[in-house]
């Protein structure tokens, strides 16, 4: 078990390593970070100005040496856009990206396991192929339009939710509807599957012939069963949704997160701040990783660390 | 004397009876049988051939562009977000059906421009990733050793990334257009395809077949192309189906957010964002794009569930019973 975490907390650590390396090289090595900060109209003067200033005519290693050293001290420079330090920037918007995350994985597992359960229940029915035929929607529609057109029917044409903007329930609606479809789909397919696998074997069999109710089979047997690709799934998905998906909905929404953040510092060419922002969502994922790894034991004792 | 030693065989079946003809015809073309026999087992899927011709559908459009859709970058102002309408001016004009946007440009013809791009995103990305993470993949699974630890650590690594912002961070200091695009979503892309097929080499390289040949005293070049390749085929081709229709979707997203395929070029993704601004005036803007995308994506996943069914022969039995598996 020890072996297991030192391990696994060694590859979070060269995890993290790898992406401020990958940051570093895709802001510093491809590509003229200065030309991307100034505005297109800046004379050559402004430019090797801010160039030296910047520091980005030293070696390359010295500029990751240094790039890393502040990495490490959480400092990536001042954001050119606010004129203050990039990381309490990012941090200060995570609330907000966790608060949908969450919010729309919580919506996807609660509608995905009873909608799963009932299909694999009937298979081959008209409740069957209308769960595979709306889970497959649900993966297949871009969020982007999924946002637009919420927005249109719900807050346009109906006026229910506001059509963008935080702080209340009501505009929490939305976004966490349009980030759980896709997810909700595909956690819906796998509780159908892993059901019908677990209702076809042995055990389950003789919980009827014990005279168990159908409900106890069910739920205190055949779901508990299925859990463990379920929650697999469902962390991975988390993750997913962390690392970049919750961007599209955050800019259709407005929704103050790390990836309406990201995109403002593009629009802005703030490249200080972009680089925190990645970074601190590659340490998320990598932490996010981490904790799932270490939960899966708890799941299925089968699983040994070595 | 033209007549091959194989020739002769292949009258002797024919003359023997049909059913030993066909045998060696499946000996002699086994590329054409197995193709006859996919197109025979599509034919009785009903999800996958709706897939099937849908997605034919898509590349015929796509393919026929210049000829149907020549009017995708004509403004008219005179016919600013004109609703849907099939008569221009008392005739009749299909460019309009699906209206036109803010500049009068006919949704319909930017649409079917617009599967160029996604096409042309998807297949190259694909293509790049799924022979690049293959490739890497069977190195690790056949050799195993460091080599197995060096590249999937590096998968793992790139794994933790988060893939649309590094993406995006690409395309700000690259710059935003069609080849860079393609670029950023090649890096992110490769690293399924490298864990899939270690995972399925390393099972084939314990398997009886590849012993035996090793034994005989086969190169290890050999091994792979001739014993190992072609068990792989499937797998790699069910991933690379539905990396397609994630690759189309990130596509979607990155021109929507301004970073990927720029104006006067038209994208789904563009289309997306230039119509967001008059969604409330003029509903079809971002509707049809937005169905484009869907349906494309859909036919996609409707194949990639039959090729996994072909390929997987755990859900084949699930499919057809005992009798086939």
Known sequence: MAGYLIRRLVYAVASVIGVSIAVFIITHAIGDPVKVMLPLDASQEQYEQMRQALGFNDPLHVQFLRFAAGAIRGDFGDSLWQRSPALPLVLERLPATFLLAFAAMALAVVLAIPLGVLAALRPRTWLDHLCSLGSLLGMCVASNWLGLMLILIFAVNLGWFYTSGYGTWNHLVLPAVTLAAAPLGRITQIVRSS?????????????????????????????????????????????????GFTVIVEVVF????????????????????????????????VGLNLLIDLTYGWFDPRIRYT | MATTLRDLKLDRAAAVGPAEAEQVAERRYPWLHLLRELLADLAGDRVALVGALGFALIIGLALAAPWIAQDYARQNLRLRLSAPTLTVQGEFNYH???????????????????????????????????????????????????????????????????????????????????????IALMINGWMIFARIVRGVTLSLREEVFVK?????????????????????????????????????????????????IQP???????????????????????????VAIALTVLFINMLAGWLRSVSDPQQRFKKFGAKEA
Request: charged share 15%.
């Open chain 1, 195 to 243: 059901t019908l696998d677990e209702l076809g074997r042995n055990y389950v069999t003789a919980a009827r012939a014990r005279g168990l109710t159908e409900r106890a089979v069910i739920m205190g047997h055949a779901l508990k069963n299925a859990a463990i690709p379920i929650v697999t799934l469902s962390g991975w998905e988390l993750t997913r949704l962390l690392a």
């Open chain 1, 254 to 285: 407005g929704w103050p997160g790390v990836g309406l953040l990201a995109m403002d510092a593009i629009r802005r060419q703030d490249l200080p701040l972009l680089q925190a922002d990645v970074f601190i969502v590659g340490v998320l994922v």
């Open chain 2, 96 to 182: 309009y059906a699906l209206g036109a946007d803010q500049l009068g440009r006919p949704i319909l013809d930017r649409i079917i421009h617009g599967s160029r791009v996604s096409l042309t995103v998807g297949l190259g990305v694909v293509a790049v990733t799924c022979l690049f993470g293959s490739v890497l993949g069977m190195l690790a699974g056949y050799f195993g050793g460091w080599v197995d630890t060096v590249i999937m650590r590096w998968v793992d690594i790139q794994t933790a990334f988060p893939g649309l912002l590094v993406a995006l961070t690409i395309l700000i200091m690259l710059g935003p257009n069609l080849e860079n695009m393609m």
């Open chain 2, 212 to 260: 035996a040949a090793r034994v005989i005293g086969s190169s290890d070049l050999r091994i792979v192309f001739r014993h190992i390749l072609p068990n792989l085929v499937s797998p790699i081709l069910t991933i690379a189906v539905m990396e397609l229709a994630r690759i189309i979707l990130a596509e979607a997203a990155l021109s929507f957010l301004g970073m990927g």
């Open chain 2, 264 to 290: 006067p070029e038209s994208s789904w993704g563009l289309m997306l964002s230039d119509g967001r601004d008059y969604m409330t005036k003029a509903w079809w803007l971002v509707t049809f794009p937005g």
